[in-house]
């Protein structure tokens, strides 16, 4: 069973474009689907991560909203961090669904249980991963994956029932 999903944030959470205006404001884009099934899945109990390789303040605010379990920002190393998450945790990576599309996230996506990658992931991810997804990044990927892991977990039931 998947007891932790773990999220990448630029190229999965959004297109992995990076905007600045002239006062040096960033800017990113978020889906609404895949916030909802992130949402849902804190809703029933379940823990969710963002693991990513840059910090924003923009990011911050989305895991506060979608109730994400851990936040970690600036990360070298995402299999390190993995690890320790899993180790709090008391859980084998076995037990981890994760998502990323570039090769900072190789190595992480290597170790869990479950791997995932946008249709928009670099080629040597998609060679890698257990899943290649068809939407893109910031286009309904998480949910996608979301809504795999809730079927292959045997909650699509409680996971329905909450908007119902």
Request: a negative charge; aromatic letters at 8%.
């Amino acid at each position: 069973m998947i007891k932790l999903l773990v999220f990448d944030v630029d190229g999965c959470l959004t297109n992995g474009k990076i905007v600045y205006n002239s006062s040096n404001d960033e800017y990113k884009s978020f889906n609404v689907k895949d916030g909802l099934s992130i949402a849902s899945w804190s809703r029933l109990g379940l823990k969710s991560a963002i693991i990513t390789g840059r910090n924003s303040k923009i990011v911050q605010r989305r895991a506060t909203e979608l109730n994400i379990t851990f936040l970690h920002q600036g990360v070298k190393d995402k299999y390190a961090l993995l690890r320790e998450i899993v180790n709090e945790m008391n859980i084998d990576l076995k037990e981890v669904a994760a998502i990323g599309d570039d090769l900072n996230d190789y190595k992480m996506l290597k170790s869990v249980g479950w791997s995932f990658a946008p249709s928009d992931a670099v080629k040597e991810i998609k060679e890698i991963v257990d899943t290649v997804l068809e939407c893109k990044g910031g286009e309904g990927a998480i949910r996608e994956m979301i809504d795999l892991v809730v079927e292959k977990n045997n909650l699509k039931k409680e996971f329905l029932e909450l908007w119902q």
